[in-house]
Structures are given as C-alpha cells and as structure tokens.
C-alpha cells in the first residue's frame, strides 16, 4: 500500500495534513502465442538466449506491451519472430491459460487460420531453430506448459491452468 502525505487547507486559519493511501493493484503479464497448423504439423521455435528455458520448443509468441490491445500485440510479435504479416482477421482466439510460473501470466493462443508467405526464423538472436512437427509427435523438449497448451487446443478446450 503507498500512501501520501499532503497538506489540506479547510480554512485559511486551519491547515489539516491528510494521508491519501491507495493499494497497490495486482498485475498480471499478458502474451500472445501463434498456433500455425498446417497439414497436421505445428510451427514450433527453439528458444536461445533467453534466460528461460532456452534450449526447449515453443511456439511463435511475446509480451503485450503497455497501451496495446492482445490482438495487435500478438499479430506484432508474430511478425517480429516469423515475418508473417496478418491482420485481425487473419487470428482466432482458441484457448486461454491461466498460468503460473515465478509470476503469474495469462497466455492466449490464437489459431492463424490464413497468412502469405513462409514463416521464418527472423529473431535469431533468441531463437536458434524454427521447424515444423506433427500435432501428435511434439518434440521431449517442448515447453510443458505449451505442450498442455497444444492438447488443450486439440481437444477444444477453451479455459486451463497451469503449475498452481
């Protein structure tokens, strides 16, 4: 809680000192996450300079930033790490996961139902691979978290949790 001292004047010969507190509100980090299917194979990229979990799959994603809505902020980082350019449209909110980690997050992934284009690697400085894999042969080093994700989408479940 963060409380401020300030000086309050009711009349001109009385000056009161008044302390205004606010609670600090809980905040929660929001991201975006990719899901490009394409003849039953999913778009996976291999983190690398991270600090976490480099080394392991995931899928194209990133922050929400301040003042940016979750579709553009998720249509902005899949052209940040893919090249692919879409357009509301082109993106379908498909599973919500409530998640947490050494934070608490809220991951929302979006099915891309259409885009131009070959989807490339163009963040290699935190991504060392970006391949395609079947829906059922994920790689042993998929995040656990997106693996959920994925088979949460598969079986059209809209809402999970995850590592409470």
């Known amino acids: 809680m963060q409380c401020e001292r300030r000086k309050v004047a009711f009349r001109q010969e009385r000056v009161s000192v ?29 983190r690398k300079n991270t600090g976490y979990m480099d080394g392991w799959f995931s899928l194209p994603a990133g922050h929400i930033e301040n003042n940016e809505s979750l579709t553009k902020g998720t249509i902005r980082e899949i052209h940040e790490e893919t090249g692919i350019v879409l357009s509301d449209k082109d993106i379908t909110l498909v599973h919500v996961m409530h998640r947490k980690s050494d934070d608490i997050r809220m991951d929302f992934f979006f099915l891309v139902n ?35 994700a994925i088979s949460q989408y598969q079986s059209s479940s809209f809402f999970s949790e995850f590592g409470w």
């Open 18 to 46: 008044v302390y205004s507190c606010r609670m600090e509100r809980f905040k929660m980090i929001a991201s975006g996450y990719a899901l490009f299917i394409k003849k039953n194979k999913i778009l996976l990229s291999q």
């Open 114 to 148: 259409r885009w131009k284009g070959i989807p490339k690697n163009t963040e290699e400085a935190k991504c060392s691979a970006m391949e395609w894999f079947p829906l059922t042969a994920l790689p042993p080093n998929t995040i656990p978290y997106i693996k959920k």
